[in-house]
């Protein structure tokens, strides 16, 4: 894999407080505030930018295709380039990827990023049916189509593998709902315990309430630019470093048990008896992280990045993922988090804004979230769009930001980097 | 001439329910019935009526699914069809609580993940006759098939086996 293109930067983001439902205001209103604090934070004039992605995730929610041009056309981008990305729960990664090659190719000088989903319109077991459309219709969703079902089973197996414990996950519930007391823009901030996350009413087995996100209402936009725009607009943009994306079958079922893709810091002998992925592991994650790594020359994941903002729709795939990130090997998740290495004052913290489980996980608007969340964090601008600065991570210079679909079937990661 | 400066809508009853004022929320419904192929999928569906239970085997590279798969997703070749052993194992499990609508009335239910011995993919299946606390990875699961079919992957579920 080439990375040719031109310095990207992300000079501003916005996003709106994620929650159940706003009926007061549609997709395009939502977007529209999102997009003003970003373009007031920069006094960025709309004759400066060249052009957008839409980011959304389902025509179901709200029975309305190209709902991408009518916010172009409310937040009066038309008539600039723009299209759509969809790619299930990593929607705002992979849009936020595209942004970037546009810059990158030399295409746009300036590109608005913009994410939204309205979930409220159906109930939420509607909800899940519609998200479990998002699983293979002719084999999958038929026999008890429901995305938390799935994840169950890759729990299921991990604790089998490894020995992961129904704690262990718990205490990812607690760290983000934590964290999140002090995001305002999150939707469900909460003080827990263990047995808080244990005693909540079982979904499936052994995900409880608390271990599993809800269905939000937002949006969030990323700007990017090129060097020369960023420099001019900002003082402080922040570097995208570098990207990767990974895929996986559609089908859990159809999953290889074959060997690792290894990291720059792992050997062969690591995983002797290790079949993979199998359903435990995510093979578009890793492949996802060494692509972004081997373009970013990170050698060493624990120790080269300063913080994380990853797809936490359960805390099972929180845990897996450390693994696929290569913040500890295969089979460490559970204790990694125990440990408190993922906390805020850990070694690397993970999900400091409360992440999808406390922020919420508006489908299209997340991946934009997560790198709005994270270019504050790299700016270290926290204090003043948070009006509070507990969750500023003291020594943020690098981060990583990690957008996830499906059962795994598209995994996007991106680095960003302070610039000064 | 059609001109009528009078002209007028008829007035009906069919109005629409409205849950609250400010803002205005409404019911908005939605229906549709789809003419659904099953396509090259389909032998898998009709052989569930004869109680068979149909993989895909590779015709280049001999690898084998327990899945209906046309093609081969590790060389790309043409796939065979081919039966599945009746008896497999739990890879793994969950029991849903709670599920997606179309679901919530038949909850709870279990979902396994059946390995079968020498295939090298996954199933995904009903178990029924057997709790949450019941269901064991390793655990010896067979096959069994509706008579009445629903031409759908639930045609065919597991039950526990003995060892
Ligand atoms: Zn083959």
Request: net charge negative; charged share 25%; hydrophobic share 35%.
């Amino acid at each position: 894999m080439k990375h040719k293109g031109q310095n990207v930067y992300m000079v501003s983001g916005g996003v709106t407080k994620f929650s159940k439902a706003t009926p007061e205001m549609d997709f395009r209103l939502r977007v529209k505030k999102a997009f003003d604090y970003a373009v007031n934070d920069i006094h960025l004039d709309l004759k400066d930018i060249d052009g957008s992605v839409a980011s959304y995730f389902s025509d179901h929610f709200q029975r309305q295709l190209m709902s991408g041009i009518m916010v172009q056309d409310y937040l009066g981008l038309t008539p600039k380039p723009s299209k759509r990305i969809e790619g299930g729960g990593a929607t705002g990664g992979l849009a936020f990827q595209t942004g970037y090659e546009e810059v990158a190719s030399g295409r746009m000088d300036v590109c608005a990023v913009y994410g939204f989903e309205t979930m409220s319109h159906v109930n939420t077991w509607k909800g899940n049916e519609f998200i479990a459309l998002a699983s293979d219709t002719n084999f999958d969703y038929p026999v008890g189509g429901f995305y938390t079902g799935y994840y169950a089973m890759m729990a299921v197996r991990h604790m089998h593998e490894f020995g992961t414990t129904v704690e262990q996950l718990a205490k990812v519930s607690i760290k983000n709902h934590g964290n999140a007391m002090h995001n305002p823009y999150a939707q469900s901030p909460m003080k827990l315990t263990v047995e808080d996350v244990r005693n909540s009413p079982m979904v499936s087995y052994p995900l409880t309430r608390l271990d599993v996100c809800t269905m939000s209402d937002g949006a969030a936009v990323a700007i990017l630019a090129s060097e020369d725009k960023a420099f001019e607009l900002t003082d402080h943009p922040v570097l995208v470093k570098s990207i990767g994306t990974g895929t996986d079958t559609m089908r859990l079922s159809d999953r290889p048990f074959l060997k690792v893709p290894l990291l720059a810091n792992e050997k062969e002998s690591d995983y002797r008896n290790l079949k993979y992925p199998g359903v435990h592991s995510f093979r578009a994650g890793r492949t996802a992280a060494k692509e972004a790594y081997d373009a970013a020359g990170i050698t060493d994941p624990l120790n080269e990045i300063d913080l994380v903002e990853l797809h936490d729709a359960y805390t099972s795939s929180e845990v897996q993922t450390y693994e696929d990130l290569g913040l500890c090997r295969y089979g460490e998740g559970g204790s990694f988090v125990e440990e408190g290495k993922s906390a805020l004052n850990g070694k690397v913290p993970v999900n400091p804004s409360g992440g999808l489980l406390a922020s919420g996980h508006p489908v299209g608007a997340t991946g934009i979230m997560q790198s709005v969340f994270m270019f504050w964090q790299l700016q270290h601008s926290i204090k003043k769009h948070f009006k509070d600065d507990t969750l500023q991570v003291k020594n943020a210079k690098r981060g990583l930001i990690h957008s996830h679909a499906g059962t795994g079937t598209y995994v996007t990661v991106s680095v960003m980097e302070a610039v000064r | 001439m059609t001109i009528d400066y009078d002209a007028k809508m008829p007035e009906t009853q069919d109005g629409t329910e409205v849950y609250n004022v400010d803002p205005l929320i409404v019911k908005s419904h939605y229906e549709i019935d789809y003419i659904h192929s099953y396509a090259q999928d389909s032998e898998f569906f009709r052989a569930l009526g004869k109680k068979k239970l149909m993989g895909s085997k590779c015709r280049k590279c001999g690898y084998t699914y327990a899945t209906p798969r046309g093609h081969c997703m590790m060389c790309g070749s043409e796939t065979d069809w081919y039966e599945l052993p009746n008896e497999g194992r739990v890879h793994t499990y969950t029991t849903c609580y709670f599920g997606s609508e179309k679901f919530l009335p038949e909850t709870p239910f279990n979902l396994i993940m059946v390995e079968f011995e020498g295939v090298d993919s996954l199933f995904m299946a009903r178990l029924i006759g057997a709790d949450q606390e019941d269901i064991k990875i390793g655990m010896k699961v067979r096959a069994k098939f509706r008579r009445n079919l629903q031409i759908s992957p639930t045609d065919v579920y597991f039950v526990p086996a003995k060892e």
